[in-house]
């Protein structure tokens, strides 16, 4: 995967110097920065804020998506390690991701008896406090950097330490951890990387940047991933207050992924097309919404 810049599809306009607000990868806090200046800064007006509001559950979601990606590759890599390697070393390494990817994903804060009742193996982690979850993941991956570095677990951590940055906003060390997946030409994880270097652009304000790496991510008609970089595209223009150029990669989006047909990101693209323009939904049927994965879900009835 090449990390060359490609030319926007629009003519790029000069990014603004405020630093946007990104979408969070929010587990159950987001640290809050000031931009230590005596102004206060200048309020965003209803369309800009909701504008993001509409691009919060893209992100939120893409945790999941990642969460699921590293989970599968745990699940092939173990297997390939274990027959092929049967390296104890990197089965640990795969071990250490595991469990930071279990802590990020399914932890539960409380205690084993009053969640689970009396059990020496819960079905998820269980952690006091959000503090405790908190040093259990960064002692993982710390772990995991200094027992395997370079290593297949350890590069895929990358994305979550990029989207801890991202949440703290931390936009540059964000970058900087996504693009160690990027420069992995054919890395089966890049276009995730992809996408969390184009949200660490456009948190530095970047937004030229942001748009030639989501160009680059949306490659042609059929690639992995094409959904969800047309709509951070049409989500980044409408939130820069370049309406037009957003509504047309609204109608590009609906004409190759209708929202009548369940596709990847069409509730949140609807929900944007209801703030920047609802005349887009006229005629348009209803969509299936996306399955939601619960940890507690009921067994089904025999």
């Given at each position: 995967?090449?990390?060359?810049p490609?030319?926007?599809e629009?003519?790029?306009k ?21 931009d ?16 993001r ?10 945790r ?14 173990g297997?390939?390690l274990?027959r ?6 990197s ?5 250490l991701?595991?469990t ?9 804060i ?14 998820y ?20 950097k200094?027992s ?6 350890e ?5 979550m ?11 540059e ?12 030409e ?5 276009f ?17 940047g ?13 690639a ?12 980044i223009?409408?939130a ?30 609807r929900?944007?097309?209801e ?28």
């Open positions: 995967m090449s990390d060359t490609e030319k926007s629009s003519a790029p000069e990014a603004p110097e405020q630093r946007m607000e990104l979408p969070t990868w929010s587990r159950a806090r987001t640290k809050k920065r000031g230590g200046g005596d102004a206060a800064p200048p309020k965003d007006d209803a369309f800009q804020t909701a504008v509001s509409a691009g919060r559950g893209a992100a939120n979601r893409g999941w998506v990642v969460v699921g990606i590293i989970a599968i590759a745990l699940g092939i890599g297997v390939v274990y092929v390697k049967a390296k104890t070393h089965a640990q390494a795969t071990q991701l595991g930071a990817t279990a802590l990020e994903a399914r932890a539960r409380g205690d084993v008896e009053s969640l689970v009742g009396p059990t020496n193996d819960p079905p982690p269980i952690v006091p406090d959000e503090s405790a979850r908190e040093a259990a993941i960064a002692k993982a991956l710390e772990d995991l200094a395997s570095a370079g290593s297949g677990p590069t895929a951590a990358k994305l330490i990029g989207a801890d940055h991202l949440r703290d906003g931390d936009f060390a964000a970058e900087s951890a996504y693009r160690e997946i990027v420069r992995i054919d890395h089966p994880l890049g995730m990387a992809r996408e969390g270097v184009a949200l660490a652009l456009e948190g530095k304000g970047d937004i030229d942001a748009l030639r790496e989501l160009v680059i991510l949306a490659g042609d008609k059929g992995i991933y094409r959904e969800a970089a047309l709509y951070h595209r049409a989500r223009l409408a820069n207050d370049r309406k037009d150029e957003a509504v047309e990669a609204l109608k590009a989006y609906i004409e190759e992924y209708p929202l009548r047909e369940f596709s990847l990101m069409g509730d949140d693209v929900k944007l097309v703030v920047v323009d609802p005349s887009l939904l006229v005629g348009v049927e209803d969509a299936p919404s996306p399955v939601e994965i619960t940890d507690n879900a009921a067994p089904p009835e025999e």
